[in-house]
């Protein structure tokens, strides 16, 4: 019964930044929750947001945060227990996609201040 307790708050804690996404909006989430999303599991003893916040941790100076993570090895986040390869490859996907974005965004803000 015992296990059966602890693996319902583990799955609450997971469902948690989907329900906040939902109730209250992207803008509401950490980047830890966003990325708890896209990862959506965590290990058995840590939540999908725990894994998340350790895979931020990498983010050396300057970049931080999720676009710290553009500069972070494969072989650095298969190191973290909970990510292979799969979430790896899906985590630097994340962070290319985003920096497309960041750049397309400033190239967009210089040619319509022309």
Known sequence: MREQQKE???QK???MPYEKFLRFGAESLTESELLAII???GTRDQSAVELAEQVLSLARY???GILGLYDVSLEELTRIKGIGIVKAVKLKSLTELSMRISRRTVGHRMMTKK
Do not use: A, N, V
Request: aromatic share 0%; charged share 60%.
């Open 62 to 64: 300057p970049r931080e």
């Open 8 to 10: 319902q708050k583990l």
């Open 39 to 41: 990862l959506r599991t």
């Open 13 to 15: 804690e997971r469902d």
